[in-house]
């Protein structure tokens, strides 16, 4: 049995319906909802989760996404997007049944990257971002009713971006000077939330982190079912974390494969850094392939058109080499 492969999030270019053709081509039974940041603010993830929220609005600002009182163009713009994209996926998903990937980020990045009306970030006030939390809750709710709704054969998979979680933790966010950094949030808050926002989906929930150092032992406590991750970045520090995670039914979306132009090894090779871990970690081969879903190691926004789609079909590939050949 294979878990297949999939893709993170965002692709280059600006046009939904030739994104949704690439994503449910590449990813026949695993295809996600495309994300494309190159149409400007709105379509970048802070903007198109903000447009999620329920009663908490933003626009931006030469800084960056900021707090309105009411909504403005800048909302009304990243809705819009999103319902193009939906548009687009549930054209080329009509019929289907299986697995469905969409995507927004985390409470904790975005409490990081929207601010207060003076400019700081939401991260340095404990009210505001538990308000925060309960908003992108009941948002991501209404969202995913929505595409349940239109592709009613999916099995919704929920994705939550969280590359600043690490720095959340350890302290390491600066704040709007630059010349210091936000408070560590404790680690309960933290795992607190995240597992009430996680409840709002009876199906599969991920994170995604591109980051070093990914909280894997956190993140399964949380209840998270699988952790999406930048391979080249795991260390062997974090064997044991990723044994135990693995051993409890986590499952891991390697991104094995980079996510910027250059020369792609052959589908094999690719995977050989997880048949490595398997064995570091006196794993079972046979658990291979339906632990592990081969990913790009992050999003596809920076690539070129072309290298976006090749890197998609890459993943497929290493992922039938990783289910025919796990030793």
Known sequence: MSAGATGVGSL????????????????????YLPELPARGPGADMIGRSAGLLVDIYAHVEPSGWRISDRPGRDTRRARSWL??????????????????KVQAVGPWTLASALELHG????????????????SLAEGLREHLADVRRRIPGADIVLQLDEPSLTAVLLGRVRSASGYRTY????????EGTLRDLFAVHDGEVIVHSCAPEVPFGLLRRA??????????????????????AVEGGTKLFAGVVPG???????????????RKLWRRLGLAP????????????????????AYARAVQAHCARAARSLADNPE
């Open 12 to 31: 280059p270019g600006g046009d939904a319906r030739e994104a949704a053709r690439t994503a449910t081509g590449s990813f026949e039974d695993f295809p």
């Open 83 to 100: 319902g193009e994209d939906l548009d687009a996926l549930e054209e080329f998903t009509q019929g289907y049944t299986g697995r469905l």
């Open 119 to 134: 400019g700081e970030a939401m991260l340095q006030d404990a009210g505001a971002c538990r308000d925060l939390a309960g």
């Open 183 to 190: 408070r560590a949030v404790d680690r309960q808050v933290v």
């Open 223 to 244: 209840g998270a079912t699988g952790v999406s991750f930048d391979f080249s970045l795991l260390t062997e520090r974090e064997d044991d974390a990723v044994g135990e």
């Open 260 to 274: 910027t132009d250059g020369p792609l090894s052959d589908p094999g090779g690719s995977v050989m850094g997880v």
């Open 286 to 305: 046979g658990t291979l392939a339906e632990s592990v879903v081969v990913t790009p190691s992050c999003g596809l926004a920076g690539a070129s058109p």
